[in-house]
């Protein structure tokens, strides 16, 4: 599905087979919300294109693209997340960006405005890992404590948050470790693939 452009080959016809994009190189790697796709490259740049009601590009307005754009004020990236119509990026000094939707306060910068261009998420310090999931987020510090911000679906977890979490709130691990939190598969698994290679990460359950 093209509809949006979302495939940045310069139109919004279906692909059934591959096409190569244009003028790119050295992509380390790729993520995709439900309409827009990024594009990180070796060199720590990102690039957007896509579905843009809710600014999950990163540019600066709500216009689709349909040929890939450069996050001009972002850089040094080394990974990127998306979910439905939002995004993050981990730069390499432990730095997270944030933008598009926020309306369950998922982008953890303590409204739920939707922000169209990459914004840091303060209270993410040092992060080693990010997970989105639906309208949430998740985050390891490299020191092992896993963040939470977003829909709360997770009361259990934390203890006196009724509401939607705008601002990222520590998680007990040992509740993720055991899988006692309703979370998607694939969080559980990024999770615990980080936690075998990270000593800092692994708890002993009783």
């Given at each position: 599905m093209n509809l949006y452009g979302q495939l940045g080959l310069?139109?919004?016809e279906d692909r059934y087979t591959p096409h190569e994009i244009p003028n790119l190189s050295n992509v380390k790697q790729i993520a995709a919300g439900v309409y827009h796709t990024l594009?990180?490259?070796?060199?720590?740049?990102?690039?957007?294109?896509?579905?843009n009601d809710s600014g999950e590009l990163g540019l600066g307005d709500t216009e689709k693209k349909n040929t890939l754009k450069v996050l001009s004020n972002l850089s040094n990236v080394k990974k990127i997340v998306a979910a439905q119509d939002f995004a993050m990026a981990l730069r390499q000094d432990g730095q997270v960006f944030g933008w598009g939707n926020n309306s369950d306060g998922q982008l953890g910068l303590g409204d739920a405005k939707a922000i169209l261009a990459p914004r840091a998420i303060t209270v993410f310090e040092c992060i080693e890992q990010i997970f989105l999931a639906f309208s949430t987020c998740f985050a390891i510090r490299k020191?092992?404590?896993?963040?939470?911000c977003g829909k709360n679906r997770y009361p259990k977890a934390l203890p006196g948050h009724t509401n939607n979490v705008r601002i990222p709130q520590p998680l007990d691990k040992k509740l993720i470790r055991s899988k006692q939190l309703p979370l998607t598969q694939?969080?559980?698994?990024?999770?615990?693939?980080?936690?075998?290679?990270?000593?800092?990460?692994?708890?002993?359950?009783?």
């Open positions: 310069g139109d919004y594009i990180l490259t070796r060199d720590g740049q990102v690039y957007a294109c896509g579905h020191d092992g404590q896993p963040y939470f694939q969080v559980y698994t990024d999770f615990l693939e980080h936690s075998k290679n990270n000593p800092a990460t692994k708890v002993k359950l009783k």
